[in-house]
């Protein structure tokens, strides 16, 4: 099995607090900073102590880096991981960015060496396990950017700002997972730590490498208003539903899921909140129904749909085994407020900011989050072979600011039942790129040696 206490627990489990904040950081003298990591290293929680909900502690950190932090440590061995080590502003366009206008200072560069993960059920805990970290740190290092992500309050806990539940669908690991769940798709390991069975460059990896991930950190701006107005300007015309209805199966169409979770594949025309709340029904499916050829249907699930782009189930046969992610993001940025929700009916975007602080694992950046955006999301041919392209992903496609590609306009089929075939067109971006980082999350071993030595 898999050895927990030296994996960091954000990986494989997540640290499922209501609070996270991350705190980016610059190393300013490499001597000092490797005695005060020796420090730093046995607070960091490890999956081990995660995974037993009560004796779970009341805050958790991880940490990783960049290359450019590794390489400023003096630790010269190749990670085999060229999109790691090129970091992520060299990404950008590959991404599908428009730019890197719209990105944070912070990320423009390889200035970030890496990232304090912290996060707690309260910000008084939070701030203490920071305090802690960072007196630690002493001068060691210094803060370049930080973003605090939290729940969102009320009822909409666990849902990201458009309002949908997120964190159902996540992969089972062999050896890992006790039982997986229905609709989990079981991977080996070596999918999310390096080193691993089912690494597929196992045996090229620094010894050390092993049981490490690579975080992709995205920080996602979401504009909710005008996601919102979309969906009700364009809402439906499906019988029987009222408006309001049809601008929620249109929402839900887009995304593949209804705000509750419920699957659109499972429950097509109207949400169902029990379905929704039933892990043993609300992953089942797989795009495939008896009676109907899935090459061409999508009466259920649009092909465009967030989630069938992002994970197309049965579309691929044999079941595509290479491309996965981990998800540990959590939303940031307060509540749309009543002047953004009344008077303007667009997002606020010089007082404030909301959208996802986005993070996936993987061994393979190059075949987990750059490529499900880069071949998937941001393809508007894919999934391949349809007689209408279905689009970019209509809630997170990018288009390079459309100047490069038949992605400009943001043309979307398969969202409306009744003529599947009918574009919709999208004229504006509903998640912008603030850009992010890419970065190792060591075993707990490697901080020590050869990380911190
Ligand atoms: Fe996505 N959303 O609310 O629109 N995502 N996502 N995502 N996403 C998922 O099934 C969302 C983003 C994946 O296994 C759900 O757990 C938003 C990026 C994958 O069926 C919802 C943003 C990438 C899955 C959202 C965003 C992905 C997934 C349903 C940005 C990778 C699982 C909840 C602001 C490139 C698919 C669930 C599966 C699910 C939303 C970003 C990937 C509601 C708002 C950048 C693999």
């Known amino acids: 099995g898999l050895n927990l206490d030296n994996i960091q627990g954000d990986i494989l489990i997540g640290m499922k607090k209501r609070k996270e904040l991350f705190y980016f950081f610059q190393i300013n003298n490499k001597a000092s900073f490797k005695s005060n990591l020796k420090k730093i290293q046995p607070l960091i929680t490890t999956t081990k102590q995660l995974l037993n909900t009560k004796s779970a502690p009341g805050s958790a950190m991880n940490l990783a880096f960049s290359q450019s932090g590794l390489t400023f440590l003096g630790v010269a061995d190749d990670l085999k991981d060229d999109v790691f080590r090129a970091g992520q502003f060299a990404d950008a366009n590959n991404l599908g960015d428009p730019g890197t206008g719209n990105w944070i200072d912070a990320f423009k560069g390889t200035k970030v060496h890496g990232v304090i993960l912290v996060a707690a059920d309260t910000n008084l805990r939070l701030l203490a396990q920071l305090a802690k970290v960072k007196l630690l740190l002493g001068k060691s290092a210094s803060e370049v950017y930080s973003l605090q992500g939290a729940a969102r309050p009320g009822d909409q806990e666990g849902h990201e700002h458009f309002g949908y539940l997120d964190g159902i669908s996540q992969p089972a690991i062999n050896g890992f997972t006790d039982k997986p769940l229905p ?86 025309l109207r949400d169902d909140p029990a379905l929704a709340k039933d892990s043993n029904r609300n992953n089942d499916f797989t795009f495939q129904h008896p009676g109907a050829d899935i090459a061409t249907n999508q009466t259920n699930c649009p092909f465009s749909a967030h989630i069938r782009k992002t994970r197309p189930r049965a579309d691929f046969n044999p079941l595509n085994t290479a491309n996965h992610i981990i998800r540990a993001g959590i939303p940031y940025g307060p509540e ?118």
């Open 336 to 453: 749309v407020t009543a002047l953004e929700k009344t008077q303007k009916k667009s997002s606020d975007t010089k007082l404030l900011e909301r959208g996802l602080a986005f993070v996936a694992y993987q061994s393979n950046i190059g075949s987990g989050f750059q490529f499900m955006q880069r071949n998937w999301v941001d393809n508007a041919n894919f999934f391949f072979g349809k007689q209408v392209p279905p689009g970019v992903d209509p809630v997170i496609g990018s288009t390079n600011g459309g100047t490069t590609s038949i992605n400009n306009p943001r043309n979307v089929s398969g969202l409306d039942p009744l003529d599947p075939s009918r574009i919709i067109t999208i004229k504006k971006d509903f998640v912008i790129s603030r850009g992010g980082e890419y970065f190792f999350t060591p075993s707990l071993s490697a901080i020590l040696d050869p990380i911190a030595k």
């Open 183 to 268: 609709g989990q798709q079981l991977l080996d390991p070596g999918f999310f730590l390096l080193g691993e069975q089912g690494d597929s460059i196992q045996t090229q990896r620094p010894a050390w490498a092993k049981d490490g991930s690579f975080l992709a950190f995205r920080q996602l701006r979401q504009l909710v208003p005008e996601f919102n107005q979309f969906v009700s300007d364009n809402a439906l015309k499906v019988p029987g539903l009222s408006a309001q209805e049809n601008a929620d199966l249109l929402g839900a169409r887009m995304i593949g899921r209804w705000k509750s979770g419920a699957p659109v594949d499972l429950a097509p």
